[in-house]
């Protein structure tokens, strides 16, 4: 059978209709533990075309919160994969919010 972080499908199904269908916390919370390693595989693929100085980490805490997001706004019966749907906004906000922190150093500068 498979598994996703550990979790087995018919488990998966489980904390999704536990989460959607009253909002249970703890079955979010076991969603997006089940899905974090999805986080570090985008990370890991974006961290290959950016500069040193940009952190892996740095793009796995910016990705958590595109996972985070994707299990809040994922409507199971859609029937597609979760992955599907979640892997573009973590790639979104591992990219997105490097940007504006960056944005933000600039508009700090001093101009000269």
Do not use: N
Request: proline residues 4%; positive net charge.
């Amino acid at each position: 059978m498979k598994t996703q972080g550990g979790v087995k499908a018919v488990e998966l199904r489980e904390l999704w209709r536990r989460y959607r269908g009253s909002g249970d916390g703890r079955a979010r919370e076991a969603l997006v533990l089940a899905y974090a390693p999805l986080v570090k595989y985008v990370a890991g693929r974006i961290g290959m075309g950016l500069p040193a100085h940009v952190e892996e980490a740095d793009l796995i805490s910016y990705g958590l919160s595109g996972l985070i997001a994707a299990v809040e706004r994922f409507d199971p019966s859609l029937q597609i994969k979760f992955e599907t749907y979640a892997i573009p906004r973590i790639r979104s906000s591992s990219r997105i919010a490097p940007r504006m922190r960056e944005i933000g150093r600039a508009s700090c500068r001093e101009r000269v």
